[in-house]
């Protein structure tokens, strides 16, 4: 069994059709697609929200949809990705009662970001763009668009953080996570191709 997956996602998004198909072909348990439009596949469950939500009001309204359903962790997979083949057990297998992010790879080839160290100090963040050396690499922060969550943490911490519209919502999530003692960790096996 994999995970549910939620999907923020833009109105009339051109890749939503490809990222929800890689998503079913991987075993996604189920497909929340927020947006403020109703979307063309009749598969999935419509998480409305209104126009001009942001990234953190729109993964709050799907992993909360999911957590109703049941659900004790869930992929938050942006609109403009399509997962590898077996990322969604790899992730399932890492999440436990944290976050587990996985490698996003551009779709040229090569690694786009494989998580984010941040300095406390002076609030700098940045993006890893080599290999993780380990399974399960431990990080300050993985990417929002990749990123699967124990939903009992993600409320908790009283989910993303909607002051946050686009942009570091995923940083300040995680750092809070690490604050409260939650394993944030970066799994090499998953792997998402993405577009942004």
């Known amino acids: 069994m994999a995970l549910p997956v939620v999907v923020p996602a833009a109105p009339r998004s051109a890749w939503l059709g ?12 189920g497909v929340y697609v927020v947006s403020e439009e109703r979307p063309s596949d009749p598969d999935v469950r419509w998480v409305a929200v ?16 999911a957590r109703d359903d049941g659900h004790a962790a869930a992929l938050l997979l942006n609109d403009d990705t399509e997962l ?8 399932r ?4 009662d944290g976050i587990a992010g996985a490698v996003l790879e551009e779709f040229a080839g090569g690694v786009q970001q494989a998580g984010m160290t941040v300095n406390r100090r002076t609030g700098r963040v ?13 990080r300050d922060a993985v990417s929002g668009a990749a990123m699967a969550l124990s939903l009992d943490l993600w409320a908790r911490l009283g989910g993303f953080d909607e002051e946050f519209t686009f942009y570091f919502e995923d ?20 792997r998402v191709r993405h577009h942004g």
């Open 93 to 96: 297998d890492a999440v436990g």
């Open 50 to 65: 209104p126009t001009g939500a942001g990234f953190a009001a729109r993964a709050n309204a799907g992993l909360g949809a």
């Open 126 to 138: 940045l993006g890893i763009r080599r290999e993780p050396e380990a399974s399960r690499a431990p």
């Open 171 to 190: 940083v300040d999530l995680c750092l809070r996570a690490r604050d409260l003692g939650a394993m944030v960790h970066l799994v090499r096996e998953a």
């Open 18 to 29: 490809p990222c929800l198909a890689a998503a079913r072909a991987d075993g996604a348990l």
């Open 84 to 91: 590898r083949p077996g990322t969604l057990r790899s992730l």
